[in-house]
């Protein structure tokens, strides 16, 4: 996320009221056996946003599941933060559910990291109707989001209100009421498009998807061909005084390209600025959640026409990505392209946040024993991605956002959830596990050298993506998680 980095420390969580579920009885469920020198960092009962039956009844099941304390504490720690502490809203407009999720440290709603923080309860919904409910409210809530304006990737609480982050407020940019941050990028758009559809398959429920969820879906795509730019620019630009360049766009608009079927992006999914607009992990992104958004048009809504608009979208840029979107690197071998500009020019290196070119398999973008995509991921964990990272604490992925020598454990979890062996996987885990700083959660980022060098002690989406792998190994491979790491 944008702003200043977040000093290290223990995360400090203010009294809160429940808004919806009610508070689970302590009779009415076990508390996962945790080893006594760790004692749970959630929050009182009384002080949680939101309380799900169904959520502590899982986290009970997989914690029994775990071999290791540590391990196990965390997971007992994050599987629930997003409810916790995140959920600020969950009532009605117009008579429809409606749900906000601020992301963590951060007091608003990223349509990325929102959708991406609820995606570990979706197994659980069909018969959770709390969950449905506040699932299907934050569905409804991120189609008005992007009806308001499907260039921003962040928004406030109040629709009505003026952004009230320091770092947006003197923007050269549209800023419309409700907007928190308004910087362009693609995955903005496709992760509501993947929560969508991962709620119809878990829940058959076709509730959220009425008209104003058409609606916002038909912008989003109208948004995508704005930004293949084949007629100029398009209506967005923008501009940031700041003193890193990954901030702005330059003259507003990004660097030169070539309109070849592609979609623009202003940003990455780390909020930093694209050095070439086309930015082939969120294209590859942009192919899936629209083929994933005409499965819900037609069946949930048996709406062809957005259907087959979604589709038509998805296959030129699809034929794009496979012209334009691969390359060489120094010893010859082919693998996708981090950004390229349509006229020849490309780079290679990757990003820990998702999408990204290592998280392609896990997204579902690829087939994940694609040899292309199995040579870019061996390439990005490795020297050729100069955002690769090797220290005393560990190795893994970085990026811009927070600069040189800072491993962001995302990556480590979507090497873990991307991997076929079990080696990976427990190395993935350990290094998890020890990371931490003490603190029992998923940070942005820590040190290559000295994991109690952090930033963000409280970052739903990485502690939710962490819960996503324990849950994936509970299922898939529950002799590792319960074997000593």
Known sequence: MSGELRAAGGIALPRRSVLAGGVVAAAGLATPAFAASLPSKRPAPADRRFTSPAVERELVRVAGRIGDDKLRWMFGNCYPNTLDTTVTQ???????????????DIPCLWLRDSSAQVKPYLHLARKAPELRRLIGGLIARQARCIL??????????????????????????????????????????????????????????AAPFDATWAEAARASIRTFREQQRKDGPGPYSFRRSAPQPTETLLWGHGHPTRP????????????????????IPSNLFAVTALRELAVVANEARHDAALAAAATALAAEVEAALKAYGTMRLRDGSEVWAYEVDGFGNAIFMDDANVPSLSGLGYLGCVDSADPLWRRTQAACWSAANPWFFRGRAGEGIGGPHVGAGQIWPMSLTIRALSATDDATIRAALRSLRDTDGGTGFIHESFDQDDPAKFTRAWFAWANGLFAELILHLAATRPALLKAPL
Not at 98 to 104: L, M, N, R
């Open 148 to 205: 308001i304006d499907p260039y921003a990737n962040a928004f406030m609480e109040d629709p009505t209100a003026r952004s009230n982050l320091e770092w947006s407020q003197k923007d050269e940019t549209e800023m419309k009421p409700g907007v928190a941050e308004r910087k362009w990028e693609i995955d903005s758009l496709c992760y509501p498009m993947r929560l969508a559809h991962g709620y119809w398959r878990a829940t058959g429920d």
């Open 260 to 279: 070849v079927g592609l979609i623009h992006s202003g940003f990455r999914p780390s909020d930093d600025a694209c050095l070439y607009p086309f930015l």
């Open 90 to 104: 969950v009532g009605t407009v117009d008579g429809k559910p409606d749900s906000f999720v601020i992301t963590g």
